[in-house]
């Protein structure tokens, strides 16, 4: 076929239409006789005959993706043959199916070619009501399944879903049902009317003979149950619908079909909540009273539909069904305080089913449970939670030692009993040696009432293993071990009780530990703790001052995993809203809490490092904290601010960590190690004065960084000579005051360290009369790390700039005249600066000599966070020179030094904090013509 011209309409058969595909196939066809085709075939779309535009939608798909030119020319002449009157309006379901095929290539064609994706527009919710109600079954099914791919509203859509959902053919009523599961996910059908309509309709079709329409009548009832409960606005009507919607559910919990029971208990999952007294029949097949108050909506007069349940949902034949009604379990018991008391046992009874999948579910279901703190291990669930810590399943293990983690027993007798479980487990999985290391750590925390019992119990194998190497290296010691050092973090005084050499071998295993705490701790502050631990108990816990602070720390620093994390205290969350964000959203937030709470814990780690004499560690330590810190990016529960904060703290104590080792030596120390420790200062200086003046919404952030600033104070007293005492003094009883202040402001207690150093300043009196002693002591009971201090404030933002000089550089300096001023046009962008803000730019060149510009608050005037302007700095430093490089830099005044800065007429009066780097100004000599 190789001349257009013997293509015909009246000549037109299948064997030409094969003929016609061959050509198209064909990567060879020239492109005219694809012109040809083409003009031939768009042009038979006018032609009434349903048989042969069948055929020719096909060919005009595969031409279109043979030929992706033609792409659009097609999509054309198919969106305007289906537009025609004529085939809107043909009833007959011949042409109801080609108009069905003919969407079907134009959604193809649009999803392949983007460009064309708007043109599909033109098939208004009036088109396709009218193709939908004309075409015949199997073609009703595939709009139905397609709606979304065109641009129906969804009042059409769901008009459509609610008529068919009465259609003769289950199918249809099926995908209908679906539609309107659809529509309500996506959210943005709320009329009231409407809502009770589409849920009585759902209500109507869990009656359906058959099984596909009921699964998903059950799936709408859910959905639009759940909506119909949000949109009352009384608590008692709320209530009462929430029992009916959950009420009509269990009427066909007992349904023949398998699928139906799946999505029931599926649906009590999306329902999450009901009444107390609702929910507990679920627990019982006797019923336990008929319900109080009004009846529910659908008029079910008390609560026997819910009368056993779950019973019956736990034994089901089917494991798919127990692993539903399992699964559906952490939803109820999030709002419920009775129902999972009353659960366990029926969960612990799962423990022992066939299935991996289900018992895997009993054990998250509990897990849950017992992150409310409502799981209570009686005797009789030992057993079933016993198999599951040596179960052969690895994922059945590692679930059953999480909820060890959480578990609190009631006596000794089941303490000894699961840690000897938890023992056996290990001798026949080694391999999961690490997370069972961080179980026993955590079940000895939360059994610190039982430790003397526990060392006592394994103080006969400790002193075995002492003379034994084999013996010493075994798991069992290590898991002892584990189990012993983890009770004073939580009970100082069973630190008396624990023999030396406890901590001893623990601190030859430290890389083991330190493998199973790793979620916790880090291998230099496992160090430091077990150090302390070992100066305790080798004193007879009489040494406890340093050993309190660690305590403290670490305590508070993880209280997130009892449910009050540090960053956001749990009184800034209301009690009704914290089981109503998604497990994503807290699973988030958790994470950036321990993230933070450790990096903190840290920190202290490595300062009592260092006042052990260990600085290397200390400072490698810090350094590691500021790699983490780097890492870490804002999110939802940590902002930009709070992290520029914690990356100038950490730099501060690092700073003090290299200050410390000055302290091994004699007050007096030579000049190279005093000028070794003025430079220090003076950087320690420098970034305390940036924290001070570089952050707004300061609140219980500022504490800390005032009593930093009177600790090097106390350094400069106790290191220095006389000639500094006196500004150092004033310096310290400023600071002193100021703090007093801020604490009555903010309705808080001045620490320790804050009283003791005020009452020491009010017993010398004078600068010439300085204890020492008195200073050397406050110096070293200093706490780096409060808790109270790191509640970070949400407004809590960082003031920088940045400074650009647009279109300098070498090659295009700025041309200047010697001894006259020069203007340097400067383009800055400011963040989060206040209005009261004093901010100078300063101008220097290489001999030092600087001149400062004050910027007018008028030129960034505005209550944006961020603030853009361009500012023509005069300066008259212009020397006789060919070429001339000047720095540039904005700094803030700090006005909270109570001490004149300058004594200059000109420039400001206080030090300086400087917000941006330096910008160089290149400036050329004029030339003379």
Same mark, same amino acid.
């Given at each position: 076929?190789?001349?257009?011209?013997?293509?015909?309409?009246?000549?037109?058969?299948?064997?030409?239409?094969?003929?016609?595909?061959?050509?198209?196939?064909?990567?060879?066809?020239?492109?005219?006789?694809?012109?040809?085709?083409?003009?031939?075939?768009?042009?038979?779309?006018?032609?009434?005959?349903?048989?042969?535009?069948?055929?020719?939608?096909?060919?005009?798909?595969?031409?279109?993706?043979?030929?992706? @030119? #033609?792409?659009?020319?097609?999509? /054309? %002449? $198919?969106? !305007? +043959?289906?537009? &025609?009157?004529?085939?809107?309006?043909?009833?007959?379901?011949?042409?109801?199916?080609?108009?069905?095929?003919?969407?079907?290539?134009?959604?193809?064609?649009?999803?392949?070619?983007?460009?064309?994706?708007?043109?599909?527009?033109?098939?208004?919710?009036?088109?396709?009501?009218?193709?939908?109600?004309?075409?015949?079954?199997?073609?009703?099914?595939?709009?139905?399944?397609?709606?979304?791919?065109?641009?129906?509203?969804?009042?059409?859509?769901?008009?459509?879903?609610?008529?068919?959902?009465?259609?003769?053919?289950?199918?249809?009523?099926?995908?209908?049902?679906?539609?309107?599961?659809?529509?309500?996910?996506?959210?943005?059908?709320?009329?009231?009317?409407?809502?009770?309509?589409?849920?009585?309709?759902?209500? @109507? #079709?869990?009656?359906?003979?058959? /099984? %596909? $329409?009921? !699964? +998903?009548?059950? &799936?709408?009832?859910?959905?639009?149950?759940?909506?119909?409960?949000?949109?009352?606005?009384?608590?008692?009507?709320?209530?009462?619908?929430?029992?009916?919607?959950?009420?009509?559910?269990?009427?066909?919990?007992?349904?023949?079909?398998?699928?139906?029971?799946?999505?029931?208990?599926?649906?009590?999952?999306?329902?999450?909540?009901?009444?107390?007294?609702?929910?507990?029949?679920?627990?019982?097949?006797?019923?336990?009273?008929?319900?109080?108050?009004?009846?529910?909506?659908?008029?079910?007069?008390?609560?026997?539909?819910?009368?056993?349940?779950?019973?019956?949902?736990?034994?089901?034949?089917?494991?798919?069904?127990?692993?539903?009604?399992?699964?559906?379990?952490?939803?109820?018991?999030?709002?419920?305080?009775?129902?999972?008391?009353?659960?366990?046992?029926?969960?612990?009874?799962?423990?022992?089913?066939?299935?991996?999948?289900?018992?895997?579910?009993?054990?998250?279901?509990?897990?849950?449970?017992?992150?409310?703190?409502?799981?209570?291990?009686?005797?009789?669930?030992?057993?079933?939670?016993?198999?599951?810590?040596?179960?052969?399943?690895?994922?059945?293990?590692?679930?059953?030692?999480?909820?060890?983690?959480?578990?609190?027993?009631?006596?000794?007798?089941?303490?000894?009993?699961?840690?000897?479980?938890?023992?056996?487990?290990?001798?026949?999985?080694?391999?999961?040696?690490?997370?069972?290391?961080?179980?026993?750590?955590?079940?000895?925390?939360?059994?610190?009432?039982?430790?003397?019992?526990?060392?006592?119990?394994?103080?006969?194998?400790?002193?075995?293993?002492?003379?034994?190497?084999?013996?010493?290296?075994?798991?069992?010691?290590?898991?002892?071990?584990?189990?012993?050092?983890?009770?004073?973090?939580?009970?100082?005084?069973?630190?008396?009780?624990?023999?030396?050499?406890?901590?001893?071998?623990?601190?030859?295993?430290?890389?083991?530990?330190?493998?199973?705490?790793?979620?916790?701790?880090?291998?230099?502050?496992?160090?430091?703790?077990?150090?302390?631990?070992?100066?305790?108990?080798?004193?007879?816990?009489?040494?406890?001052?340093?050993?309190?602070?660690?305590?403290?720390?670490?305590?508070?620093?993880?209280?997130?995993?009892?449910?009050?994390?540090?960053?956001?205290?749990?009184?800034?969350?209301?009690?009704?809203?914290?089981?109503?964000?998604?497990?994503?959203?807290?699973?988030?937030?958790?994470?950036?809490?321990?993230?933070?709470?450790?990096?903190?814990?840290?920190?202290?780690?490595?300062?009592?490092?260092?006042?052990?004499?260990?600085?290397?560690?200390?400072?490698?330590?810090?350094?590691?904290?500021?790699?983490?810190?780097?890492?870490?990016?804002?999110?939802?529960?940590?902002?930009?601010?709070?992290?520029?904060?914690?990356?100038?703290?950490?730099?501060?104590?690092?700073?003090?960590?290299?200050?410390?080792?000055?302290?091994?030596?004699?007050?007096?120390?030579?000049?190279?190690?005093?000028?070794?420790?003025?430079?220090?200062?003076?950087?320690?200086?420098?970034?305390?004065?940036?924290?001070?003046?570089?952050?707004?919404?300061?609140?219980?952030?500022?504490?800390?960084?005032?009593?930093?600033?009177?600790?090097?104070?106390?350094?400069?007293?106790?290191?220095?000579?006389?000639?500094?005492?006196?500004?150092?003094?004033?310096?310290?009883?400023?600071?002193?005051?100021?703090?007093?202040?801020?604490?009555?402001?903010?309705?808080?207690?001045?620490?320790?360290?804050?009283?003791?150093?005020?009452?020491?300043?009010?017993?010398?009196?004078?600068?010439?009369?300085?204890?020492?002693?008195?200073?050397?002591?406050?110096?070293?009971?200093?706490?780096?790390?409060?808790?109270?201090?790191?509640?970070?404030?949400?407004?809590?933002?960082?003031?920088?700039?940045?400074?650009?000089?647009?279109?300098?550089?070498?090659?295009?300096?700025?041309?200047?005249?010697?001894?006259?001023?020069?203007?340097?046009?400067?383009?800055?962008?400011?963040?989060?600066?206040?209005?009261?803000?004093?901010?100078?730019?300063?101008?220097?060149?290489?001999?030092?000599?600087?001149?400062?510009?004050?910027?007018?608050?008028?030129?960034?005037?505005?209550?944006?966070?961020?603030?853009?302007?361009?500012?023509?700095?005069?300066?008259?430093?212009?020397?006789?020179?060919?070429?001339?490089?000047?720095?540039?830099?904005?700094?803030?005044?700090?006005?909270?030094?109570?001490?004149?800065?300058?004594?200059?007429?000109?420039?400001?009066?206080?030090?300086?904090?400087?917000?941006?780097?330096?910008?160089?100004?290149?400036?050329?000599?004029?030339?003379?013509?």
């Amino acid at each position: 076929m190789e001349e257009d011209d013997s293509i015909s309409a009246e000549s037109l058969s299948l064997d030409t239409l094969a003929s016609i595909r061959s050509l198209i196939i064909n990567a060879d066809t020239s492109d005219s006789v694809i012109s040809s085709v083409f003009d031939f075939l768009t042009g038979l779309l006018s032609r009434g005959d349903s048989e042969i535009l069948h055929h020719v939608l096909k060919l005009l798909s595969d031409l279109a993706f043979q030929r992706k @030119e #033609l792409a659009p020319r097609i999509f /054309d %002449s $198919v969106l !305007s +043959s289906l537009l &025609r009157p004529q085939n809107n309006a043909a009833a007959d379901a011949s042409h109801g199916r080609v108009a069905v095929e003919s969407l079907a290539v134009l959604a193809s064609l649009s999803e392949t070619n983007p460009s064309i994706a708007t043109a599909l527009s033109k098939i208004d919710g009036e088109v396709f009501a009218s193709i939908c109600l004309g075409a015949p079954l199997s073609s009703r099914l595939w709009l139905l399944r397609n709606a979304e791919r065109f641009y129906v509203p969804s009042s059409v859509l769901f008009t459509l879903c609610l008529g068919f959902s009465k259609d003769p053919y289950p199918y249809i009523r099926k995908v209908a049902l679906d539609g309107l599961i659809s529509i309500c996910k996506v959210g943005d059908f709320d009329h009231a009317h409407a809502v009770q309509g589409c849920y009585s309709r759902a209500v @109507e #079709l869990l009656s359906d003979a058959e /099984d %596909s $329409v009921r !699964s +998903s009548a059950v &799936r709408a009832v859910s959905m639009w149950g759940k909506v119909m409960i949000a949109s009352k606005e009384e608590e008692t009507k709320r209530r009462e619908c929430s029992d009916a919607v959950f009420l009509q559910l269990c009427s066909i919990v007992r349904d023949m079909s398998i699928d139906v029971r799946i999505e029931v208990f599926k649906a009590f999952g999306v329902i999450g909540t009901a009444s107390e007294s609702v929910i507990l029949q679920t627990l019982s097949k006797k019923v336990l009273g008929a319900g109080k108050g009004k009846k529910p909506q659908n008029h079910l007069s008390n609560v026997s539909a819910a009368a056993g349940v779950f019973i019956h949902g736990f034994e089901d034949e089917f494991y798919e069904v127990r692993e539903a009604a399992v699964d559906s379990f952490h939803s109820l018991s999030v709002n419920s305080i009775k129902f999972p008391d009353e659960a366990v046992y029926l969960l612990m009874d799962m423990l022992y089913d066939d299935y991996m999948v289900v018992r895997l579910k009993a054990l998250e279901a509990l897990r849950h449970i017992a992150d409310l703190g409502n799981l209570k291990l009686q005797e009789t669930y030992m057993p079933a939670f016993l198999d599951a810590i040596v179960d052969t399943s690895e994922n059945i293990r590692i679930e059953a030692r999480n909820i060890l983690k959480l578990a609190k027993l009631p006596d000794l007798k089941l303490v000894n009993r699961c840690v000897d479980g938890v023992l056996k487990s290990l001798e026949m999985y080694p391999q999961d040696e690490p997370d069972i290391l961080s179980a026993l750590f955590y079940f000895g925390q939360n059994h610190a009432n039982f430790s003397v019992s526990m060392v006592k119990r394994f103080s006969e194998k400790l002193g075995t293993a002492s003379g034994n190497k084999s013996e010493f290296n075994s798991r069992q010691l290590s898991a002892s071990l584990m189990l012993i050092i983890s009770a004073p973090l939580l009970n100082k005084q069973s630190i008396t009780s624990i023999p030396p050499l406890a901590f001893s071998c623990s601190i030859a295993m430290l890389g083991k530990f330190s493998c199973g705490l790793h979620d916790m701790m880090d291998q230099d502050m496992l160090l430091a703790y077990l150090t302390h631990c070992a100066m305790l108990s080798a004193s007879s816990g009489t040494e406890f001052n340093k050993g309190d602070m660690f305590f403290h720390a670490y305590r508070h620093s993880n209280g997130d995993l009892a449910g009050n994390p540090v960053l956001l205290p749990s009184k800034d969350i209301p009690v009704e809203s914290k089981y109503m964000a998604s497990e994503a959203e807290l699973e988030t937030r958790n994470q950036a809490h321990k993230f933070v709470n450790h990096i903190l814990l840290k920190i202290k780690a490595a300062w009592l490092l260092s006042q052990s004499g260990c600085w290397k560690e200390a400072l490698q330590a810090l350094r590691a904290c500021k790699q983490e810190l780097a890492t870490l990016t804002a999110d939802s529960s940590i902002s930009i601010g709070a992290l520029e904060f914690m990356c100038q703290y950490v730099q501060v104590i690092e700073l003090l960590a290299q200050v410390w080792p000055h302290f091994e030596y004699s007050r007096h120390i030579s000049t190279c190690r005093s000028v070794e420790l003025e430079l220090l200062m003076e950087e320690v200086e420098t970034k305390l004065m940036e924290m001070r003046c570089r952050f707004t919404g300061l609140s219980t952030e500022e504490s800390l960084v005032m009593e930093l600033v009177i600790f090097g104070c106390l350094v400069r007293l106790y290191k220095f000579e006389i000639c500094c005492r006196l500004s150092c003094m004033e310096k310290l009883s400023s600071t002193i005051s100021q703090l007093e202040f801020h604490h009555e402001q903010q309705g808080t207690k001045p620490s320790d360290f804050l009283t003791e150093t005020k009452k020491s300043l009010q017993k010398t009196g004078s600068s010439a009369d300085i204890n020492f002693c008195r200073l050397l002591d406050l110096i070293k009971i200093f706490n780096c790390f409060s808790p109270e201090q790191f509640t970070f404030s949400g407004n809590l933002q960082c003031v920088s700039a940045e400074l650009e000089v647009p279109g300098n550089g070498p090659y295009s300096p700025i041309s200047f005249v010697p001894g006259l001023p020069v203007a340097i046009p400067c383009e800055i962008k400011l963040l989060n600066v206040p209005r009261d803000t004093c901010l100078w730019l300063r101008i220097s060149r290489s001999d030092e000599t600087c001149q400062y510009v004050y910027l007018d608050p008028n030129l960034y005037n505005g209550d944006g966070r961020e603030k853009r302007f361009m500012f023509n700095a005069v300066t008259y430093m212009t020397p006789r020179a060919v070429v001339l490089t000047l720095r540039v830099s904005i700094g803030i005044e700090c006005l909270f030094e109570d001490t004149c800065y300058r004594k200059r007429r000109h420039g400001p009066k206080h030090p300086v904090a400087y917000m941006c780097k330096e910008r160089k100004v290149h400036l050329c000599l004029v030339s003379r013509t």
